[in-house]
């Protein structure tokens, strides 16, 4: 079997959830949700993309149910304002409360379900989080380049199964 059309076999086997998450009320902080939404329109097989307003335990039983995780946030940004792309572990310990990182998520995901996702996690540089519903254009050159490594990175999934299956 040729292994470009293997690794695509696979692939579609392969599920993946994008969470994007932030407050859209608070300008920057919202290019988390704006980029799941518009990864839901790509309507690529296998692909689901949510967004949340803040990361919560309810999102582990979604989690539970995928081979890759995919989440979305911003960050304040300083003098660097690039994206940030992070391979993610589960955390060491689970913390109780409404609100978590994406490694709690991945600890609460492995201890009731023995298995988690591979994950990584998306950082979008934002440098105004003030009440309002506008993106700054760091947010918005951040967002574009977040969509790019994100689709880059689904295609590289496609590429790592066709070299596990060479």
């Keep these: ?12 086997h ?27 329109t790509w309507g690529m097989p296998n692909v689901k993309a949510i967004a949340v307003h803040q990361l919560t335990p309810e999102l582990v039983e979604l989690l539970a149910k995928v081979d890759i995780a995919i989440f979305i946030d911003a960050y304040p940004a300083t ?14 310990g689970i913390t109780s ?5 994406p490694q709690v998520l991945l ?10 996702p ?6 979008v540089p934002g440098i105004n989080f003030e009440l309002g519903e506008c993106f700054s254009v760091v947010a918005n050159q951040g967002m574009e380049a977040a969509l790019q490594e994100i ?3 689904m295609q590289s999934m496609r ?8």
């Design 1 to 12: 079997m040729d292994c470009h059309l293997a690794a695509t076999l696979k692939s579609l």
């Design 14 to 40: 392969r599920s993946i959830l994008v969470i994007g998450y932030g407050s859209p009320l608070r300008s920057d902080d919202g290019v988390g949700q704006e980029i799941a939404q518009q990864i839901a």
């Design 79 to 92: 003098a660097d304002q690039e994206i940030q792309v992070r391979l993610l572990e589960p955390a060491d």
């Design 97 to 101: 409360g409404h609100w978590c990182e």
């Design 107 to 116: 600890a609460m995901t492995q201890a009731l379900y023995s298995k988690h």
């Design 118 to 123: 591979q994950a990584w996690w998306v950082m």
């Design 151 to 153: 689709e880059q990175l």
């Design 159 to 166: 590429t790592e199964s066709c070299m596990k299956l060479g």
